[in-house]
């Protein structure tokens, strides 16, 4: 991860792992606490239509795996609990997956996520990374080669976003190889790596956080606190006087 106190970017990739690792709790504080800064434009997520895909798949494993030990014997003792039998009539697989899903999907519209397009990604630069043993391909992996595909395509997809649009961003996630790729294969962005690993987007939260609570102390010509939005430029709150446009094109800016 690169060492900074400061926030690079308000662009953030969010990997499969990232929600596994959270056990698709969208009620948790991380997850909320991304989806409000999402939902007000301090935060800009991106997830790659191949990871969607992934989560669907992986969420549906969970689900089945989880529900499965519910008849295990080991659980026998809780079966003379009456909410505990009411749970497992109530509650079977896809009930549970139907609910799951569609707290994902609330997250995604609540977050603003951007779906990032692969398929400009071509097969042949990904096999060219493949027999170069380059990342996410580790060659000292355990990770199964099915897993490694899916990683690949996802990110040169959201390397290609950022490329294009001349952004960098923080990549969270748990995954070696996804921060072996944001360290060896992500190109710099003044002097700044395009893809900057992060193990937990509660790193992102807090350098978000505090850079608004920094920005929230400064004062406008109008006596009214600014805001940062995504565009990059301070801005006067909506409850305050909104300056001319004018004013705004002459007023401070800060480009990440």
């Known amino acids: 991860m690169t060492s900074s106190d400061s926030l690079l970017s308000r662009y953030v990739v969010l990997d499969t792992s990232f929600f596994v690792g959270r056990g ?12 409000e800064l999402g939902n007000r434009g301090a ?16 969420l549906l494993e969970m689900v089945q795996t989880a529900h499965a030990k519910l008849g ?6 809780l079966k003379c609990l009456p909410l505990f039998r009411r749970f497992g009539d109530v509650y079977g697989e896809q009930r549970i997956s139907l609910y799951v899903n569609k707290s994902l999907n609330e997250f995604i519209r609540r977050a603003r996520v951007e779906i ?3 398929s400009d990604v071509t097969s042949r630069h990904v096999f060219d990374r493949f027999f170069r043993k380059l990342p996410p391909f580790n060659s000292d992996s355990k990770k199964q080669r099915k897993n490694e595909f899916p990683d690949a395509f996802a990110l ?11 952004q960098r ?4 996630s748990s995954d070696s190889d996804w921060h072996e790729y944001c360290r060896d294969s992500a190109e710099w962005f003044e002097d700044v790596p395009r893809m900057i690993e992060v193990p937990s987007a509660s790193i992102v939260i807090e350098l978000v956080l505090r850079n608004d609570a920094a920005l929230a102390d400064q004062t406008c010509p109008f006596g009214k606190p600014a805001y940062f939005d995504i565009t990059g430029c301070v801005k006067i709150r909506r409850e305050g006087c909104l300056p001319s446009s004018a004013q705004q094109a002459a007023g401070p800016k800060f480009s990440l």
């Open 116 to 118: 990032v397009d692969s």
């Open 156 to 166: 040169e997809a959201a390397n290609a976003w950022l490329k294009s649009n001349k």
């Open 43 to 58: 935060l800009r997520i991106l997830i790659v239509d191949i990871t969607l895909r992934e989560l669907e798949t992986k």
């Open 72 to 77: 295990h014997a080991d659980l026998r003792i």
């Open 169 to 172: 961003a923080y990549v969270v």
């Open 24 to 35: 698709f709790n969208f009620r948790s504080e991380e997850l909320s606490s991304l989806a």
